[in-house]
């Protein structure tokens, strides 16, 4: 007996593998962001944000510093192999938050970068992928009080669940996954600095519109409410209605809760999209004074309905018109009839959407009186 837990000690110490210890941490460079940007020339020019842990020789502690890494190249791996030629150790990117395309490389198109990404034995699929607009260095070089690292604030940014209706924020193997599916269109977060706070941030900035791996369009944040509702992606948000008495004044509801049934039908050549849209909300706030009886419940109701059909139905046929199939009609349609074969679904689809909007909540609470 005694002999097999021997031998099963043995094995086990052969198969099991240990962390890094401080000596082997210090002997590695840890990449927490990537910005790919091209430059006038076409060449690609990559930006690496590297955490490197040290021991201090004057108090022997541990420490870390922030480095920034930047190599051009002719090719996406002509520009990232050489960073292998100015590192004094190796790169380990298991610990990168973040992959930043620019709005020029984002022009471009993606695919040979993408490609790259997707092969690489060391890379990991969970980075989150966002594209920036602005100035490259000026991203790099803000001065981030809440994380010294940028990889590290953008990824507890894209990471935190939201009270605001927003599109789901796309990772590496997601946006893999959107360029096998439908028409090959995918939506990615945009961010851009803002200078215009006490301090300059690192805010989100509506949405990037991709169609064949290229940047075809960009969203502002007011479309993210439709994309939420027509995408089955609302959680949590805000809405604003017009006030039942009030024409220029606001009444703003909280969304508690909200499920989007999707059914789609080929009928003589159209193709129909079909949607109800089941949400139910509370009063957050109000700019003018409303007694709420029920005939104010109901007015309250009826403009969130019509405010969001509105907003899906602009929406809509915005991109129907440009022959982008934002909400991906086209893999709805090949689910249902797998054995039809039509271009592009999105060109002949007509969406025909039903909202059910229930206000929840007592009017003995929900008064709000002067």
């Known amino acids: 007996m005694k002999k097999i837990y021997v031998v099963v000690l043995l094995i086990c110490s052969l198969l099991l593998k240990g962390c890094y210890n401080y000596n ?17 020339e076409g060449d690609y020019v990559i930006s690496l944000e590297i955490f490197h842990a040290y021991r201090s020789n004057q108090d022997n502690t541990e420490q870390g510093q922030r480095i920034l890494y930047q190599r051009e190249g002719k090719t996406f791996f002509d520009a990232i192999s050489d960073f292998e030629l100015i590192g004094a150790h190796p790169f380990d990117y298991t610990q990168n938050k973040a992959i930043i395309f620019t709005e020029r490389a984002a022009q471009v198109g993606l695919e040979g970068m993408i490609d790259y990404l997707h092969r690489h034995q060391e890379l990991l699929l969970r980075p989150y992928v966002m594209v920036y607009f602005g100035d490259p260095n000026e991203l790099l070089d803000v001065p981030l009080k809440q994380n010294e690292y940028l990889g590290l604030y953008l990824f507890d ?13 796309r990772k590496l193997y997601e946006l893999l996954n959107d ?3 439908g028409k090959n269109t995918s939506i990615i977060t945009a961010i851009k600095v803002d200078e215009n706070h006490l ?16 940047l075809v369009d960009k969203l502002e944040v007011k479309d993210m409410v439709p994309i939420a509702f027509i995408n089955d992606k609302v959680r949590k948000g805000y809405l604003d209605v017009p006030h039942p008495e009030f024409a220029e004044k606001k009444v703003t509801l909280e969304i508690v809760k909200s499920n989007t049934i999707t059914d789609i039908l080929y009928e003589e050549g159209r193709i129909y999209l079909r949607q109800t849209v089941n949400v139910q909300t509370v ?5 003018e004074r409303l007694i709420l009886d029920e005939a104010a419940v109901k007015t309250i109701e009826q403009n969130g309905e019509k405010i969001i059909q509105q907003k899906c139905h602009r929406l809509f046929n915005e991109y129907k018109e440009k022959g982008i199939d934002l909400f991906d009609v086209q893999e709805i349609f090949k689910r249902k009839y797998p054995r039809m074969d039509i271009d592009n679904v999105i060109e002949v689809t007509q969406l025909e959407m039903q909202v ?3 206000l ?7 008064d709000f009186r002067r």
């Open 24 to 40: 082997d941490i210090n002997r590695m460079l840890f990449p927490t962001a990537m910005l790919i940007d091209i430059n006038e």
């Open 157 to 169: 940014l894209m990471d935190r669940p939201l009270s605001r209706l927003t599109i789901e924020h």
């Open 179 to 181: 360029r096998r599916m």
């Open 199 to 214: 301090e300059t941030k690192v805010k989100k900035d509506g949405a990037a519109v991709f169609h064949n791996d290229k």
């Open 283 to 287: 009063i957050a706030g109000m700019e």
């Open 356 to 358: 059910n909007h229930h």
């Open 360 to 366: 929840k909540g007592s009017t003995d609470v929900l």
